[in-house]
C-alpha cells in the first residue's frame, strides 16, 4: 500500500462540453481554487461517457471518478444526460460489485454559469476520495488471482436506497 | 501509415500562466519524456496566440515537417480556433491540432507552483497521446437559410429587425403582445437628451409595420423549435384577435363603441382604463384592436357584439369564431430580444407600495408622464387631482440587494434623475433622491446628472430603510415620511413627502428559463441569457444560430439594446451572405461491418439522426441530423459507431497520458520511478 500520510487522491474528471467545461472554465475565470487532484476530459456530452472510461480510469490509477454534466433538462443535446444518468446508477452497483466504494464515482450537475459550485464540488469530492484511501484497484485484483471482492455491507445499503 | 511528429508549445500568457506553472520546466520535460510519443519539438513562448507566436508554430510545421500540434495554453473555447486556423494556414489539417487548458484549469486555480506544474505536464502527456489519435476532418458545411426569426418586439428586435430587412431578406418579427414598441413604447422621455420615446419610436415601430420583408406576428409565441443552425423549423401559436388583419382598416370605431372599461394592467402599468376590444396606444403597430376574451360583455355572456354591429368595414371586420392558427416557419438563424420585467415592488413591503397609495412605481410614474398616458403627462397623486409639493425618489429598489437581486439594474440612476428633472419642471416640487452610489457612466449622462444637481434637486446618499406614514415629528402629518441613513453626513434622517417613486430594477422575465430551455440556450445564476463570451461575444450563445440581444441578455438601457440588436443583425447577415456555414465535424457514424443489428442505439437519438436498415439489418446515421453528442458511440455494445474527434482510441489515449503522473510526485521528487 501507498504511504498513508502521503496519499494525494487522484481523481479523474470527464466532462461536458457545454456546460461542466464551462463551469470549470469559469472557475478558472473567477480564479477560484480548487485542489489539483483532479484531471479532466472533455466530452462533447456527458451522454458521450462509455462505462468503459470509468473502469478505465479506475484500473490506471485513477482513486476518484467525477462524472459532470448539464442540468436537467439543459442538455445542448435535449436529453442525453438522463442517458448518462441511467449509466451512472447502474455504474454505482457495478463498482460494488467489484469491490469499489460507490462513493469513488460522483456525478456532478454543474451549470455554465456555476464556476463557484464546480469548485466546492470538486474540493468536497477530493476530500471524500481522500477519506477512503487509496483504490490500488489493479494491484488488488491481481493479488486476488483475478477476483474482486464485493463490498457487503454497502451492496445492502445501495439495495435499500 | 506516417509516424507522428508532434509539437509541443507551452505559453506563458505573460504570468497568467508562467506565474504559477514552471513553462520552461515543462517545455524541456515534454521534449524529452515525451519523445517516445512522437515529439519531436517542444517550446515555450510568451504568447503562443499572438502573430509571433502562431508563426513560431507554422514555421516548425515546414520545417520539421510537423503532422500534429498541441498547444498548451487558455481554454479551447477560447483560442482553439485561433491555432487550427494556423496549422491550417501551413498546410497542416486543423483537426490535428489539440490545445491544453494549463490555465483555467491550473495556473488560475492552483497556487503550489511544483504540483501545478505536474498537473501541466499530466495534461500535456494526456494531449499528446491523444493528438496521436486524431483524424485529420473536413469542416462540414451546412446551406444557411436567408430567413430570420426575431423574438420579441421591442426596440432591440425592432433595431435587429429593420437592419436584415432592410438588406434584403425576410423576417419574421414574433411579438407576445397585441401591439410592437416593448418597454420603450410606455416611457415618455429618453435620457439623457429627454427626447421624446415616442417621437423616435414610432417611425421605426411603423417601419417594421409596414416593412415587405417583415412578416409581423403579434399575440404570437414560440410553441417549439426543431433543427439546427441553418435549417430551423419553428412552430408558433398565434393568438386570436377577434379582428380579421386583412379587412379592419384600425379605424377605432368598435373602441369608441365598446361598452366596457377595464383597468388596463399591461400598458397603462394599472393607472388607466381601455376597453374590452382594445389597442394598447392609438399609435400601436398593428393598428387592428384586439378583444379581451376575459372581460367581453359577448365572450362572457353571448349578448352585446356592439363593436361588430358599428364596424363601418365590407365585410365586417369582428369575427368571434376566430381561433388560435398554430403557423410553422422555416428560418436559419433566430435573435432573442425578449426584454425584461419589471421588478415587483410589492415584494419590498417596507417601500408600502400597494399599501401607501402614493406610493408609484417607475413604470406608473412614466405612464403619468407621458402625454399620451392617462393624465395626459400631468404630476399628480393617486387621487387625480392634487399635484405634489415634495417628492422623494427611491433608487435601486430589488437591486444591489442580497435579498433580492445583487446586480445593478443599469438604468435606474438615469431614469430617476430623468424623474426628479420631469417633476420639477411639470410640477416645481421640492425632489429628494435618495441614492447608493450615483452611475452614470456613458456618453452625456454625467453632464445630465450636473444639470440636475443644478436644478436644485436634494441628494440624499443612503439606503432607504422604509417610507411609511406613521408621523412622529411636528409636520409629518399626513405625509409620506422616507427614513434613511444619510452616509455623507452620519444622520438618520426621515423627510417627509407627498409623492414616492420607487425606482424599480430590472429581471429576467418571468418564463426566462423556459425559453432558454426551448431554444436550448441557458440563463445565468440570476436569470438572464448567457452569452457565448461575456467581452468578445456578447450577441451569441453558446448555440450555433441562436443570438440574443437587449435586456433579456442582463440590464440595460436604450441605447445599448439598440446597439446589441443591430449587432445581432450583422452577425446575422454575414450568415446568411455567406450562403453556408462551416460545422465542426464531430458527427458519429456506423462501422457496418461490425453492427450487429441489436438496435440499442435506435432510441438514443433526440434529433431522429439514427434509423434502422431492416433490408441489411444496420443500423445508418444521418449525418446531416447528427449533432455528434456520443451518446450512441457510448452505447454500442459492439464498438460498431465510431464517433469523429472523441472516438474511445482518443479518449481512452488521453486517459492514459493524464493518469500518467502521480498527483504528488511534484512533492515527493521521484519523478523516475513514475510507471510508464
Ligand atoms: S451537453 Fe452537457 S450533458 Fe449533454
Known sequence: MTDQTNFEPMVVGFTCNWCSYRAADLAGMSRIKYPPNIRLIRLMCSG?????????????????????????????????????????????????????????LKLLWASAAEGARFAEEVTKMVETVRSLGPLNWSKVVDSNGGHATVIPVLAKEEVTA | MTEERIGVYVCHCGTNIAGTVDVEEVSKWAGEKLKKDGVVVSRDYKFMCSSLGQELIQADIKEKSLNRVVVAACSPHLHEKTFRTACQKADMNPYLCEMVSIREQVSWVHTDKRVATEKAKALISGGVL??????????????????????????????????????????YLVERDSSIGGHMAQFDKTFPTLDCAACILTPKMVDAGD????????????????????????????????????????????????????????????????????RNFPQAIPKYPAIDTEHCTYFLHGKCKACQLFCPTQPNSI??????????????????????????????????????????????????????????????????????????IIHCVGSRDKHYNNYCSVICCMQSLKFAHLVKERTGAEVYEF????????????EFYQRVLQEGVNFIRGRVAEATDAARLPGEEGKLIIQAEDTLIGKQRRIPVDMVILSAGLEPRADSEEVAKKFGISCSSNGFFIEKHPKLDPISTLTEGIFIAGACQGPKDIPASVTQGAAAAARVLGRIQ???????????????????GCRICNDLCPFNAITFNEELNVTNINQA???????????CPSGAISGTQFSDEQILAQLDGILSLPINSGKVKTLESVPA
Request: overall charge negative; hydrophobic content about 40%; proline content about 5%.
Open chain 1, 48 to 104: 458521450r461517457l462509455d462505462p468503459t472510461f470509468v473502469l478505465k480510469a479506475f484500473e490506471g490509477g485513477a482513486d476518484g471518478v467525477l462524472i459532470s454534466g448539464c442540468h436537467p433538462g439543459e442538455c445542448h443535446y435535449l436529453e442525453q444526460n438522463y442517458k448518462m444518468l441511467k449509466r451512472f446508477l447502474l455504474l454505482r452497483k457495478m463498482l460494488i460489485q467489484m469491490g469499489i466504494e460507490p462513493d469513488r
Open chain 2, 130 to 171: 491523444r493528438v496521436a489519435k486524431d483524424e485529420p476532418l473536413e469542416a462540414i458545411h451546412v446551406p444557411i437559410n436567408p430567413a430570420t426569426l426575431i423574438v420579441g418586439a421591442g426596440i432591440a428586435g425592432i433595431q435587429a429587425a429593420l437592419e436584415i430587412a432592410d438588406s434584403g431578406f425576410p423576417v
Open chain 2, 211 to 278: 416593412h415587405p420583408n417583415i412578416t409581423l406576428l403579434t399575440l404570437s409565441e414560440i410553441e417549439q423549435v426543431d433543427g439546427y443552425v441553418g435549417n430551423f423549423t419553428v412552430t408558433i401559436r398565434k393568438g386570436a384577435r377577434y379582428v380579421k388583419e386583412d379587412v379592419c382598416t384600425g379605424c377605432g370605431i368598435c373602441i369608441e363603441k365598446c361598452p366596457i372599461k377595464v383597468i388596463d394592467t399591461n400598458f397603462e402599468a394599472g393607472l388607466g382604463y381601455r376597453k374590452a376590444i382594445y
Open chain 2, 319 to 392: 369575427d368571434f369564431e376566430q381561433q388560435d392558427e398554430v403557423i410553422r416557419i422555416e428560418v436559419g438563424n433566430i435573435i432573442l430580444a425578449t426584454g425584461y420585467d419589471l421588478f415587483n415592488s410589492r415584494r419590498i413591503p417596507q417601500y408600502g407600495y400597494g399599501r401607501l397609495a402614493n406610493v408609484f412605481t417607475s413604470l406608473e410614474f412614466e405612464r403619468m408622464c407621458n402625454a399620451a398616458g392617462p393624465t395626459e403627462g400631468r404630476v399628480f397623486l393617486r387621487d387625480g387631482i392634487t399635484q405634489p409639493k415634495t417628492v422623494g
Open chain 2, 435 to 446: 441614492y447608493i452610489d450615483m452611475r452614470t457612466a456613458f456618453k452625456d449622462y454625467d
Open chain 2, 578 to 596: 455567406s450562403k453556408e456555414l462551416a460545422l465542426e465535424p464531430i458527427r458519429a457514424s456506423v462501422i457496418e461491418e461490425r453492427c450487429s
Open chain 2, 625 to 635: 441530423l447528427c449533432q455528434g453528442c456520443g451518446t450512441c458511440v457510448a452505447a
